[in-house]
């Protein structure tokens, strides 16, 4: 498989909760950093939504926005409101005034990641994935939008599974959008993958993880100097090449640890260790525990 595919697959996202957030006339709410990826897809109106230190951001209809992992943020009618303190709920939510059309409507919530190798794929990911709707209307993005919004307003039978569903494709191809907004902070494995050279080189990592790589190996793969090649890496990959392997190839193992389905020889062989022994000195050198350890605390 391709560099997303892999990582998509050792996330497994699935969304677990979503539920429509609404507001009428003049409100405000501020949340606490949580750790869990959290989304918004407006499907009528506007909001605005403002992070620490950052300008306000203005979400409008059919905007659709990620956040790998969620910062403490506010959400408001307009900017300047009075932002009151609220927790996170799984029910649908209405703010502002409680009669009446609403003037904004929502779906929003989280996506729920396979726990095992969540720091660190995450880490590959931007900081936030905004697609406006001027973005999206012409693609395919937008037409799951549009058919997600038409769920949302449906009654037929299977429409919690339906949502669900369209919510995971929807992950999947915000993840691999070309163009994440102005104001994502593109970094990481995306950002890698649209590089040509860098492209080359990582599609190659994970097309056969087990080879003896090095970084004029790779240097080479990508058409590049060996010296260039690891500059271009460390810069957008931030870290260097063959630290980039030695992380995936344990992100491989430690799924294959916590299904419990593979022997510790089989492991080494298949992410390019000599030997189970090798692998585990390696396993434990970078996580502090042997493999062993880590396979029963994950079956937990």
Known sequence: ??????????????????????????????YEAHDAPGFTIVLAGQA??????????????????????????SLSSEPGVRCDPVAPRAEAVRHGEQDGEPDFIALGGSFAFERVNAPLLLSLL?????????DGKAT????????????????????????????????????????????????????????????????AIHADVRAGWTVAGLAVVAGMSRSAFSARFGEIMGCAPIEYLARWRMAIAKEALAQGTKSLDRIADEIGYESASAFSTAFRKRLGCPPGRFAREAAL
């Open 140 to 203: 395919r993005f937008g037409r799951l939008i549009a058919m997600l919004a038409e769920e949302c307003a449906s009654d037929d039978p299977g429409k919690d599974l339906m949502l669900r569903r369209m919510l995971d494709a929807l992950l999947i191809e915000a993840l691999r959008s070309h163009d994440v907004g102005e104001d994502g902070v593109v970094a990481g494995l995306l950002n890698g993958l649209r590089d040509p050279a860098l492209a080359r080189a990582l599609q």
């Open 48 to 73: 605005w939504l403002s992070f620490v230190g950052e300008e306000p951001l203005r979400l409008a209809q059919g905007d659709f926005l990620l956040l790998p992992t969620t910062p403490a943020f």
């Open 1 to 30: 498989m391709d560099p997303l595919s892999d990582m998509i697959t050792l996330l497994r996202p699935r969304a677990a909760v979503s539920k429509p957030i609404s507001g009428r006339g003049s409100w405000g709410v501020r």
């Open 126 to 134: 931007p900081e936030r994935i905004h697609i406006p709707a001027a």
